[in-house]
């Protein structure tokens, strides 16, 4: 059979009227057309259709014409305006049947509190009979991979994100691996870099940016940028022995601001580098308000080195929690590194570990001055060397919550340079 | 052509490979989208294409048998790979003409320091010659529009979404606005709810989803769901006064439920309700590590009212910093009622505040015994009236950065509906 996509290629078809009224951005086609590139199958064309039954059907219909696979998002809810297996079921004439093992899983995923199962969650099961389940793991909406006619198959998901993001990898990648070629592997590869800006990034290793295999591709995040390494080759050894010298090359053009790699993040790393050392850390934070905190807590096992975080948002919680003295903060301000110094020591103190983060500064829009403007935030770290503080600007164009996340991001970063340097 | 299909509405096209690749997510998209909800103008479809002429070319005469305006965004600079406007010209065989007054404004916009005058710029003061130019007043890409054929118009803006917005609210608008005189105007409203699923919310207005103008539609996210109400009518007073008595129906069938409206957040209500009140709060956490501080501090003004938070996520951190007696914590766990009672009573001590939130849970994926599985959160709520404690089970199937983020949603909203009840 002939295998080579190359020629249509695959389609993203996002619904969804939400996205037509520009209430939501459209994240799902981001992260697919992402994914579609990173194991090398070819897309040439993204739509959104809002949640109408006959523009749904006018598009996937002229889709079926010109690509190879159909990739939907969106209408998988309970409701009645979740048209999309319907919708499509109906473009070809297929009948629906109901999936009892569907039925079994939606209920164990119902709250036991709720009074009633809701009947409508019901119609989550109907699916034309020969079409493949994507379960979804951590949700009531199921997606299916269905080829209705000759060369043309409908892989749909819903279009809550996490949802997705777990049924493409554990089910849709699998199958998608298989579907694009058995004659090469794809193997890809992600480095991590923070304290570095994508451009300055992108001219250290330029004349990598060329190579056609392995190839080399930079993106960038809010504070960090990534680098995607991607081999192809007969089979998965062979496309790692590509990546090797690659990776190797990059880690010394780029030195200490090479992070992690594939899903590892600022705070895994630094909770792996202290576990290592048997060591513990607790954060004193007041601009960036609790997300150091969550950010080291979003990781798995973060309770064995993060023991505890003081929230001192205010002048008050400052003197009251930390025992930061209302002189020290009347006279320098309590954006300052005589305070943010004071805050590390007390956290190490008042939280009994061994390494402290504290940040304090101007997250805006309100409350910035002629010398503490928006932007303008103090960091410290301490730890069993002693005590290091900096600031940074990061600038009074950007938005509350951009300066709190670079804040959360540089504050982390910083104790991994620490760590690394071997302190 | 089939002469059935009346042409309308307006249609986006974003222009570049960045796009197909996934490496930028589609703001333009979004931005346009919303922008054309609030002038009322109906827009059914939006795609995406790279920079590629005969695929574009497709995608314009495809757009002009079906839509009266075309908006497109991308493929204006003066690489090489900016094709939009010659390729756009050649569909409809346009010669195109200099503009000489645009040359003159780019060399005014290019860097004094610069050597020579790039001649690649030249390109972009080609347009068809009945093209209106927009002009582009912080770049050197300028747009058009232009109606090439009958009841069709092309209107191209440039990538960058700060130059596309400026063009947009200076030339287009105003454009738009005339053009959109003799149609419909739609206005919209969001109504937001926690603390009931999407399929009961739904079912419990299911009488009312059906409505033709005004239209309703539900969307679930994580831990809330929201109701879009959408009017068409000759002026915004007119559709205003059709979504009132829609509004005031949905709020008497739902109740308590609904929190709040179009751009509030559950935090910036509870902020709002606790600061009209005079009062403050503050925040023990320990299995959301840290979210609810974060996710109430990306409320603008969340310092007139929270004072701060401890995140205890540690035993030694609940005794050191709450007081937590060890006797208490050995006794029942710390995924208990009373040991999160008393979280909630030492923070109001130790924070100085009027309220307070406290959460103590196993958000998993470790951690989970029999009787207090994965998913099992304890809350407790404390303030004037006393101390209030519940338990949720989210369900061990979740991810533990969900579960986190529906224990924060839950904090919030069981506080919200304490002082809604006015205790």
Tied chains: 1, 2.
Aim: aromatic share 6%; glycine share 8%; net charge positive.
């Amino acid at each position: 059979m002939n295998k080579n996509i190359s020629k249509n290629g695959v389609e993203i078809l996002c619904i969804g009227t939400e996205l037509l009224l520009g209430n939501i951005i459209n994240s799902n086609a981001k992260y697919l057309a992402e994914e579609l590139a990173s194991i090398g199958l070819p897309h040439y064309r993204q739509s959104v259709v809002g949640d109408n039954s006959k523009r749904l059907k006018e598009m996937v219909l002229e889709a079926s014409k010109r690509s190879r696979i159909l990739i939907t998002t969106g209408g998988l809810g309970p409701t009645p305006d979740d048209l999309t297996t319907e919708t499509i079921a109906s473009i070809f004439k297929s009948p629906l049947k109901a999936r009892p093992e569907l039925w079994e899983d939606i209920k164990k995923k119902l709250s036991p509190n709720e009074k009633g199962m809701p009947l409508s969650n019901q119609k989550q099961i109907f699916f034309p009979e020969k079409a493949t389940i994507i379960p979804n793991p951590t949700g009531t909406a199921a997606g299916m991979i269905w080829t209705p006619i000759n060369q043309f198959t409908i892989i749909t998901f819903p279009g809550v994100p996490s949802e997705l993001k777990r049924m493409w990898q554990e089910t849709a990648i699998p199958w998608l691996r298989n579907y694009a070629d058995n004659q090469h592997t794809i193997v890809s590869k992600i480095l991590r870099f923070s304290g570095i800006k994508e451009s300055t990034l992108a001219e250290q290793v330029a004349d990598l940016l060329t190579n056609e295999n392995p190839t080399l591709a930079p993106y960038a995040g809010t504070g960090e940028v990534k680098l995607r390494l991607t081999a192809r080759a007969k089979n998965t050894e062979e496309a790692l022995s590509l990546l090797r010298p690659l990776e190797a090359n990059l880690r010394k053009k780029t030195g200490s601001y090479c992070y992690g790699v594939d899903h590892e993040t600022l705070a895994s790393v630094v909770i792996n580098q202290l576990r290592q050392r048997g060591e513990t850390l607790g954060i004193a934070e007041s601009c960036t308000g609790g997300g150091i905190c969550a950010t080291l807590t979003e990781t798995p096992g973060a309770s064995d080195v993060f023991l505890g975080g003081l929230v001192v948002y205010s002048n008050l919680s400052k003197q009251k929690i930390l025992g930061i003295p209302s002189e020290l903060i009347n006279k320098h301000g309590a954006v300052s590194e005589h305070v943010v110094k004071a805050m590390a020591n007390a956290a190490l103190q008042k939280l009994h570990v061994d390494w402290s983060i504290a940040v304090s500064g101007v997250a805006g829009p309100g409350g910035g001055t002629k010398t503490k403007p928006v932007g303008l935030v103090h960091f410290a770290i301490a730890g069993p060397f002693g005590c290091e503080s900096f600031v940074e600007r990061f600038g009074a164009h950007r938005e509350r919550i951009a300066i709190q996340k670079l804040s959360v991001v540089r504050g982390l970063d910083y104790l991994r340079l620490l760590l690394v340097r071997g302190v």
